[in-house]
């Protein structure tokens, strides 16, 4: 059997996707996105690319900030997501949507989390949200 090949979405893929406001580009990301959800096709979305959806979907298309990130940590979650940082991204999709934080923090916050190191700021509130720990809860 073939593997999946893997691809990088960009973010223009994945906001016609959520977006559906070009019809062209939608059926063409929704093709994508289905053989990633369905784990045929194998995708690797970097922090950049959903730093970058946070923004478009916030500030250009005033999407709240509960929608965004849930729309995004859904697609994280698709059987094909390939991404090594998957958790601490879905992670800082949901300190994002709970806390007045942006989402570079949130990344931020969330890689300190999971990896074995400690976050090195002047924001003292900043360092406070990183240095909790979060409890591992099986497959989120």
């Known amino acids: 059997m073939k593997k999946p090949e893997?691809?990088?979405?960009?973010t223009n893929v994945i906001i016609r996707y959520l977006?559906?406001?070009?019809?062209?580009?939608?059926?063409?990301a929704k093709e994508f996105f289905d053989k990633?959800?369905?784990g045929s096709s194998k995708a690797i979305i970097i922090e950049s690319v959903v730093a970058e959806c946070i923004y478009v979907l916030t500030k250009i298309y005033r999407v709240p900030r509960t929608t965004a990130a849930e729309s995004l940590s859904d697609i994280l979650h698709y059987r094909g997501i390939a991404n090594d940082d998957q958790?601490?991204?879905?992670?800082a999709l949901a300190l994002f949507s709970k806390r007045s934080l942006d989402i570079v923090d949130c990344i931020l916050c969330a890689k300190t989390a999971k990896a074995e190191v400690s976050l090195f700021s002047f924001d003292?509130?900043?360092n406070k949200i990183a240095a909790v720990r979060p409890v591992?809860?099986?497959?989120s």
Not at 19 to 28: H, L, P, R, V
């Open 19 to 28: 977006m559906k406001d070009d019809e062209a580009q939608y059926s063409k």
């Open 6 to 10: 893997r691809n990088l979405p960009d």
């Open 136 to 139: 591992e809860h099986g497959n």
């Open 36 to 38: 990633v959800k369905n």
């Open 87 to 91: 958790k601490e991204l879905i992670h």
């Open 124 to 126: 003292d509130d900043l």
